[in-house]
């Protein structure tokens, strides 16, 4: 197996185990949430009209976005593996690192509530940045910039 598949695939199980481990603990109850009911609950606030528990319009905002990027992780990375070009792959590599990037806001945002972040969040946050290093790698950047420096030389 080459390196970006290696990459690839962890970035998969980083992403699949996220849904079942604890992501946040909820202050009422102690108790941790896993992935998948995280999701859903976020998910459902944002086509359900009526009482929501967002505090004000961008945290709905951004959770939409956030909930955007996981659909798009889910749906887009294997066809984008599977069957996208270079080019393809190059540029939803810099998407995912930008979704590695905004869903960085969790953890800056929550403030003093940050300690209620579980591992699955990590798992699920850190999925994004290997899905970019993978898809870079898998794109050929590593050549891209050989060849550069080879030219560079020359």
Do not use: C
């Not at 080459?2 to 009422?28: E, H, M, N, S, Y």
């Not at 990037?101 to 953890?107: G, L, T």
Request: glycine residues 6%.
């Amino acid at each position: 197996m080459k390196r970006p598949d290696l990459l690839i695939l962890g970035a998969w199980l980083l992403q699949a185990t996220a849904w079942f481990v604890p992501v946040v603990k909820l202050d009422k109850f102690s108790l941790s949430v896993p992935g998948w009911e995280a999701f859903l609950s976020t998910a459902s606030e944002l086509w359900l009209s009526g009482d929501t528990h967002f505090t004000s319009w961008y945290a709905a905002v951004l959770s939409a976005v956030s909930v955007t990027t996981t659909v798009v992780f889910l749906a887009a990375s294997p066809w984008v593996v599977w069957r996208g070009s270079r080019a393809v792959q190059r540029t939803s590599a810099w998407i995912a690192a930008a979704f590695f990037v905004f869903n960085a806001y969790w953890f800056f945002l929550l403030g003093p509530d940050r300690s209620d972040l579980r591992s699955g969040y990590f798992l699920w946050w850190l999925s994004f940045g290997l899905l970019a290093i993978s898809l870079f790698d898998l794109a050929g950047w590593s050549r891209v910039d050989q060849t550069a420096k080879k030219v560079a030389a020359t």
